[in-house]
């Protein structure tokens, strides 16, 4: 078996990510039927990797994601629609907070409501 080949990509701004080769071949994925704690959903059985590719080695950091919104022009279905809800804890209280996105403002205008 070879050394698995690392590759690291400069996203600019010291944003760096670092992948490594997935290599073509087999191999069982999922638990025995005979693992204490199995569930039925993991059956086991044999996976093909038909190329290699390249994974990232640690799960994707807000800079690098910011990397990439930026050189591809990718926009949330939020972003799209121009709002999104989303979950703010404080004071042990839950917020629901609606998002409202202008168009072309350097502002965002929220409304909150609080869940018991």
Known sequence: MSAAKELTLDLGDKVTLKLMEIPAGKFLMGS????KGCRPDEV???VTISKPFYMGVMPVTVDQFAAFVKDSGYKTEA???GTSI???IKDGKQTLTYLSFARGA?????KRAIIR
Not at 32 to 35: D, L, M, V, W
């Open 79 to 81: 972003e799209k629609a």
């Open 44 to 46: 086991q059985h044999e």
């Open 86 to 88: 989303g979950f703010v």
């Open 32 to 35: 025995p039927e005979t693992e």
């Open 106 to 110: 350097n502002r965002v205008l929220t």
